[in-house]
């Protein structure tokens, strides 16, 4: 049972254009919603996160939308760079008091390429 | 530079062999965590440990076994190598109270034939 998913298993944009990274979820004791970025041959870094509490979050060219009705979030990138590709995870954590809090359940990943 | 190691990075094992995966931290976090990648399957959770001295198992467990040594080295054994296990395998740290401050190490890629 996948509870968070990425069902774009690719996505390839041109340099300076719009990424937009996809994510649903079905557990509705998430609460706290995470991408993660990952390189080859290391280990995902953490790019953004939304809190429950909140629709929207932006961090320099990076943006995440949350739609709880939905249970849905994006990651958008503005302008996309070649650097920006990589393989983008999104991730959700329950809150305090639950089974879920403090782990991170993974979607399967989406690797973008960008092109120059 | 201060964050997760983890050894070895490569490894490959015959089906029946049993290794031990290491990790250690510096960050003075308590808790840790050790993840699987595999192709179209995303990350998934081993074990972890909340704090020294515990551990717990997560989402696919079976056929490893974990020992929290101290604060800083939370290691993965495998006792039975199995085909199923070939993977990269991934160790997490999180600061406390830091429900984003996951760091991870940069994985160990088993091949068991």
């Known amino acids: 049972d996948q509870q968070v998913k990425q069902n774009s298993p690719s996505l390839s944009v041109q340099e300076g254009r719009i990424s937009i990274l996809n994510c649903d979820y079905t557990n509705s004791m998430f609460d706290y919603f995470l991408w993660y970025k990952k390189y080859p041959a290391e280990g995902p870094t953490f790019l953004i996160s939304i809190s429950s509490i909140k629709d929207k979050n932006e961090d320099g060219r990076f943006t995440v939308f949350l739609n709880k009705s939905a249970k849905h979030l994006s990651l958008h990138i503005v302008p996309s760079q070649p650097g920006d590709s990589a393989v983008y995870f999104c991730a959700a954590s329950g809150n305090a008091g639950g089974t879920s809090y403090g782990k991170l359940t993974f979607g399967q990943g989406t690797i973008l390429t960008v092109h120059p | 530079n201060a964050g997760v190691t983890q050894t070895p990075k490569f490894q490959v094992l015959k089906t029946g062999q049993s290794m031990t995966l290491q990790c250690a931290q510096d960050m003075n976090h308590n808790s840790m965590y050790w993840y699987r990648q595999d192709p179209g399957m995303g990350l998934r959770l081993i074990y972890y440990?909340?704090?020294?001295?515990?551990?717990d198992k997560g989402e696919v467990p079976n056929g490893y076994n974990v020992s929290r040594l101290n604060k800083r080295e939370f290691s993965l054994r495998l006792e039975s190598a199995a085909p199923s296990q070939t993977s990269v395998y991934f160790c997490a740290s999180r600061r406390p109270g830091g429900r984003y401050g996951y760091t991870f190490g940069s994985g160990t890629r088993l091949t068991v034939v």
């Open positions: 440990s909340a704090s020294e001295g515990t551990t």
